[in-house]
């Protein structure tokens, strides 16, 4: 190894400041580094392979972060592997310098939109040889320091296949992938894999499962990953724990549930809704006694395209 590239090695940068500034500079800076390293006489023209080791902190599981360095590392023909580990994800890739210097790049420019990287550190090692690049199992040991996400809203894609009757996850309402659905109300413990959420007990289809293992598809390694077949299921009960109705009929029955003035208790991710129509007085009354909030006001669940407040409330300018 270089003196150069010694330099570079066992490099630490950390952004406490979340400042994404500081990572972008750091990363010209070593991108200056590779570049006098390649140029370098000490290093043979003739193996200008490296590898490098990266260790990534933040948010950075659970949002399709190992698929995308899969895909950008396979793109750039690099060697290696990716893992999750209790601290954040850990990748090594080998390859000539000058690709090396261009996922470090990319992985900062190009990463996933709900990721944050909180800091990253790399150093430059001697190759070892990689032939292929891989997503390898979690590592279970270790500090836990990963950060874990919240639950994130349903995505346009996956929107437009609950509503697509032409779609396998039609009128599917557990429908996520990694871009959205559940990732705080369902893990139980880290690093963020199936088998440590609450979805452990639903064993994927085939058709799920070959999502979940195709580095194309956007429900690569999506942990959630659920399809009406072998997904959770929705279904209503009655006052007593009877079943009244499962999946779509479930929801219809509940809606007119709630027509009817009753009040429907609807188990979401995060916890139970109280739910009854605000037109209808006397199930209002109700909730509110049960609740034993007289006074104070309840949220108000409106379909956004008819939102018009002025139409349905009664209340100050200010309220
Ligand atoms: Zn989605
Ligand atoms: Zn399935």
Redesign the pocket.
Known sequence: MSNIEQGISNRRSNYHDFDIRYSLFDILRFKNELIKSSMNKEVNPKNPIRRLRIIIHGAVQGVGFRPFIYRLATSLGLTGWVVNSTQGVIIEAEGELNRLNTFLISIEKDKPPVSFVQSLESSLLDPVGYTVFEVRKSEASGDKTVLILPDIATCPECLGEIFNPLDRRYQYPFTNCTNCGPRFSIIEKIPYDRINTTMAGFA??G??LAEYNDPMNRRFHAQPN??A???PRVSLWDINGASLAMDQEALIKAAHAVQDGFIVAVKGIGGFHLMADARNDGAVRRLRRRKRREDKPLALMYQIALFSPGAHCAGAPAD
Do not use: D, I, P, R
């Open positions: 994927m289809c058709q799920c659920a399809c077949v072998c997904g």
